[in-house]
């Protein structure tokens, strides 16, 4: 199994920027989707997370502005950020809990993660 993590870049303050993430391989199912992100001299921390159901949670900090979605027949999560802050700089990583079989547990699988830069 794979995700593949795109739709990074540089944005200027104010814009927008959507990331894609696409699981891959022997995947039986996927429950909650989930995207990180590591700011320079921080932690990862959460920033939203979709369930299979379609609930959403999100970091205080990108309420309103960012919006996380599921293609379940693509097995794809998105991420649209929207007014992007400087403060939103950080390398962005996918993350999926995914079973391969219906007798077996679901794993955490990463993707390789997204450089996002908001600069001017």
């Known amino acids: 199994v794979q995700l593949q993590a795109s739709g990074g870049g540089l944005v200027q303050p104010g814009g927008s920027l959507r990331l894609s993430c696409a699981a891959s391989?022997?995947?039986?199912?996927?429950?909650?989707m989930s995207w990180y992100r590591r700011a320079p001299g921080k932690q990862r921390g959460l920033v939203a997370l979709?369930?299979?159901?379609?609930?959403?949670n999100y970091a205080d900090s990108v309420k309103g502005r960012f919006t996380i979605s599921r293609d379940n027949g693509k097995n794809t999560v998105y991420l649209q950020m929207n007014s992007l802050k400087p403060e939103d700089t950080a390398i962005y990583y996918c993350?999926?809990?995914?079973?391969?079989?219906?007798?077996?547990?679901?794993?955490?699988?990463w993707g390789q993660g997204t450089l996002v830069t908001v600069s001017s």
């Open positions: 993350n999926a809990q995914i079973r391969r079989s219906s007798i077996r547990p679901t794993y955490d699988y």
């Open positions: 391989g022997s995947i039986f199912s996927i429950d909650d």
């Open positions: 979709i369930s299979s159901g379609g609930s959403t």
